[in-house]
């Protein structure tokens, strides 16, 4: 079995940061691709970075670019989710996935395979 619990939400003013953890048990980590979603209140869950296995490419939603950053460490089985400059915007509960190898910059969550139960993100003006 697959599990996957988020970690380091909570809540901030605007211009904070904050950073995700995800920690990994069962299957093979290191062969996986894993993303970051959010979801606001009334709003659709949307994609906002993935990572490849190997952790060589990356990929954002225009939101967010240059102002989040994904990593992981294989070894630990966990991946991160660096968030500066926070906005009013970003609140969310965010959650993290993971899939195949095979393209981790999938925009669609029903392309991936587990997920976190999610942790939630306030950032206040």
């Known amino acids: 079995q697959v599990r996957l619990v988020e970690s380091g939400g909570g809540s901030v003013q605007a211009g904070g940061s904050l950073r995700l953890s995800c920690a990994a048990s069962g299957g093979t980590f290191s062969s996986w691709a894993m993303g970051w979603f959010r979801q606001a209140p009334g709003k659709e869950r949307e994609f906002v970075g993935g990572?490849?296995?190997?952790?060589?490419?990356?990929d954002y939603a225009d939101s967010v670019k240059g102002r989040f950053t994904i990593s992981r460490d294989n070894v630990k089985k966990t991946v991160f989710l660096q968030m500066n400059s926070l906005k009013p915007e970003d609140t969310a509960v965010y959650s993290c996935?993971?899939?195949?190898?095979?393209?981790?910059?999938?925009?669609?969550?029903?392309?991936?395979?587990?997920w976190g139960q999610g942790t939630q993100v306030t950032v206040s003006s």
């Open positions: 990572i490849s296995w190997s952790g060589r490419y990356t």
């Open positions: 996935a993971a899939k195949g190898t095979s393209n981790y910059a999938d925009r669609r969550p029903s392309s991936w395979n587990y």
